[in-house]
């Protein structure tokens, strides 16, 4: 049997943390997954402690980071896993999903409870993120997130809990596949993704939520403080009030990119209503919408699309297209 050559790449996070005395989760000085052994046949593990950071500490600079590691361990690994903090999970395996394009997998884990509480769940979690890694049917699918027995998509994955261990799903696509026992089953296959490579990430996209009785001076101020673009977490389908609306069209003559989504969970953001503030206006008045993910995922595109200096109509094309 063939052994699989696997980079696993340790960023920190809660599965990389212990609870204290006093029941506070903190991070030591040692990574308690850098001497877990794979009860996996025929694997081969290299294992590196790339950071380790509480994800609330990584940013675009750091996936940057991950990224380039990841294209210089192209030709030497059959696959990819990675242990990261759950809070921003999800932004940093859709940044790599959107920056890479390699046929092996690149899977992502993470843990709800640290190594010392009760119910720990992170090497449990690593064990199933090298199983995925190791399959051969998870090839040519992306960037996958393994958790609580789950494969998730990361253009499609977020986190939907505090703290309970099933916190990721998927709620616009559904799971992508399962673990069991004996199988990894995935259940269906992403469309054609849009991939562009990215070498900075120095922009300056605030993302705001939008709220009943939203006024424009805020917009006004951010216009001010020249800022790169923007994203807006609309209401429902993509509606803003009316005086929020003004304000999205003063970033507009600015030629500042506003990008919408949905404030809501579930759905999609798409023009719908043709009043001020309505979709239908935001959208011939020149915002983007984003339909597909969320406003944290929707900064990233904005990002990369704007690093890649895409012209009006293409960062149109880019970030409106799943």
């Given amino acids: 049997m063939t052994i699989k050559k696997i980079l696993v790449l340790h960023t920190g996070g809660t599965i990389s943390m212990h609870e204290d005395q006093d029941g506070d989760v903190e991070t030591g000085l040692e990574n308690p997954l850098t001497g877990v052994k794979t009860t996996l046949p025929n694997v081969d593990l290299t294992v590196e402690s790339i950071f380790n950071l509480p994800s609330e500490h990584i940013g675009p600079v750091h996936m940057l980071q991950l990224q380039r590691r990841i294209l210089d361990a192209e030709d030497n690994f059959d696959g990819v896993v990675i242990t990261h903090g759950t809070d921003t999970l999800e932004e940093t395996s859709f ?8 046929d092996f997998p690149i899977v992502m884990t993470g843990a709800m409870r640290s190594s010392n509480e009760l119910g720990s769940d992170g090497i449990y979690n690593y064990q199933s993120a090298l199983r995925v890694a190791v399959n051969d049917g998870s090839r ?55 991939v562009l490579p990215i070498t900075d990430v120095q922009k300056t996209i605030p993302v705001l939520k939008a709220y009943a009785g939203m006024d424009g001076q805020l917009l006004e101020l951010l216009a001010a403080s020249h800022i790169d673009g923007l994203v807006i977490e609309a209401l429902g389908a993509g509606n803003l009030s009316r005086e929020a609306a003004t304000g999205v069209l003063y970033l507009l003559s600015r030629h500042i990119p506003v990008v919408i989504v949905s404030r809501s969970f579930n759905g999609v953001a798409e023009p719908v209503y043709d009043y001020l503030g309505g979709g ?36 149109y094309d880019y970030l409106h297209q799943l």
């Fill in 95 to 102: 940044f790599l999903d959107s920056t890479l394009s390699v």
């Fill in 140 to 194: 040519n699918r992306g960037v996958l997130v393994v958790m609580n027995d789950e494969i998730h998509a990361a253009r499609f994955v977020t986190k939907t809990h505090t703290t309970n261990v099933a916190t990721f799903g998927s709620p616009i696509s559904g799971t992508m596949g399962l673990l069991t026992k004996r199988q990894v089953i995935y259940f269906y296959n992403l469309p054609h993704r849009h």
């Fill in 280 to 315: 239908v206006q935001l959208e011939r008045d020149g915002a983007i919408f984003a339909t597909s993910i969320n406003g944290q995922k929707a900064r990233l595109k904005l990002l990369i699309g704007l690093n890649n200096q895409l012209s009006d109509n293409d960062l």
